[in-house]
């Protein structure tokens, strides 16, 4: 059976640099509120007319692909997460077709699967390249969040902590023994799905929007902040020791951990639990704040820029989320 190896990252971020300070002129908020608690600086807002979630996912696309020396054409398949697409329908993999030639009619399979969309698309190319069917398949996740929130005291809980952007990664099958994605774990809590959610525009209601939803701030997405953080710093050791059992391997052989960043203290607080050293953790939640899907791409991007991926090493993702969502992904770089 062939592994699936990682061959190529990017990332795209928006220009538009957001500092704590700004949002302090829309929001009764404070820097030191919003760093003590998330340990977020900045964030990157996208630009209407510019940036949409499949403009920005194809722009990463586009760097991953040239990282893995290829062409667009060389792509058999599109796995695309994200939260906010860009319509209702179709999906944002679809319209990465609107951005990027592919010289044929390629699948797109948009994941909806939040904070851990990365993961869990990650997840199904790996099955896609282990059974034969595709041999080269891009893996993205693009966000553009910060109009699902909303910039003011009524918003401020969860408007402080997202971002926009986007990264993205080229998988290849290939027939090296012990290299590639070694294992993908996956779960899902629906009944904790209202603690983190948007209900509007769903299908529950007879009439998706009325005017009276502005008002209420029914359009607004919810976050119960103290269930997520109990249960994130829970389940993200959890699936990661899962994924070293299945592997007959051990939290010291982890190289790096690249995990969805949600929250700093969400990332020292698994890096901890994990018994690893700060530098074997990558956060760059201070630059760009939670992502959600485009988080881990973004982050395993800078971190192979910095030259902390090294060929060999183990790498190991992680992400919690709405849902709730989670999992991990094994990498033998
Ligand atoms: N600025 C200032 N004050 C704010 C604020 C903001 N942006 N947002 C909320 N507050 C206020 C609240 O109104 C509340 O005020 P009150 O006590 O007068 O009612 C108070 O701050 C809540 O503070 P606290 O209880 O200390 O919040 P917290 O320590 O639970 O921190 C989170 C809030 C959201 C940062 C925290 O719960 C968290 O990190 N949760 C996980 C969220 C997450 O990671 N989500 C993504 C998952 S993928």
Redesign the pocket.
């Known amino acids: 059976m062939p592994a699936s190896k990682i061959i190529g990252v990017g990332m795209y971020l928006p220009e538009e640099v957001v500092t704590n300070d700004d949002?302090t002129k829309l929001?009764?908020?404070?820097d030191q509120?919003?760093q003590e608690?998330?340990g977020i600086k900045e964030r990157r807002f996208f630009k209407e007319g510019v940036d949409t979630v499949s403009s920005m996912g194809a722009k990463a696309s586009l760097m991953a692909i040239e990282r893995a020396g290829k062409k667009p054409e060389d792509i058999d398949f599109i796995v695309f997460a994200t939260l906010s697409a860009d319509y209702c329908f179709p999906g944002s993999g679809a319209l990465m077709q609107q951005h990027i030639d592919f010289k044929r009619n390629i699948g797109a399979l948009d994941i909806r699967a939040?904070?851990a969309g990365f993961i869990y698309a990650l997840s199904v190319a790996d099955q896609y390249i282990k059974t034969g069917m595709y041999k080269t398949i891009l893996v993205v996740g693009s966000e553009v969040q910060t109009n699902v929130f909303e910039l003011s005291n009524r918003g401020?809980?969860?408007?402080?902590?997202?971002g926009d952007g986007a990264g993205a990664v080229v998988l290849e099958a290939s027939e090296e023994t012990g290299k590639g994605i070694l294992t993908t774990k996956l779960h899902t809590d629906g009944r904790s799905a209202e603690e983190?959610y948007l209900e509007h525009p769903g299908s529950r209601r007879k009439q998706r929007f009325n005017p009276t939803m502005i008002e209420t701030g029914e359009l607004l997405p919810h976050?119960?902040?103290?269930?997520?953080?109990i249960n994130?710093v829970k389940y993200f050791p959890e699936v990661i020791r899962e994924a070293l059992a299945d592997q007959n391997l051990k939290e010291e052989d982890i190289s790096l951990l690249v995990p969805?960043q949600?929250?700093a203290?969400?990332t020292v607080a698994v890096g901890k639990e994990l018994n690893l050293p700060d530098e074997k953790v990558v956060s760059n939640i201070h630059k760009y704040g939670?992502t959600?899907a485009a988080s881990i791409p973004i982050a395993l991007c800078e971190a192979w820029q910095d030259g902390r991926v090294k060929e060999g090493d183990l790498i190991a993702l992680a992400?919690?989320?709405?849902g709730f969502m989670w999992g991990s992904a094994l990498i033998r770089w």
């Open positions: 949002l929001m009764d908020t404070s509120w919003i608690r998330t939040q904070c401020r809980d969860m408007s402080v902590i997202f983190l976050m119960n902040g103290k269930h997520v953080f994130a969805h949600a929250n203290r969400i939670n959600t992400a919690f989320g709405s």
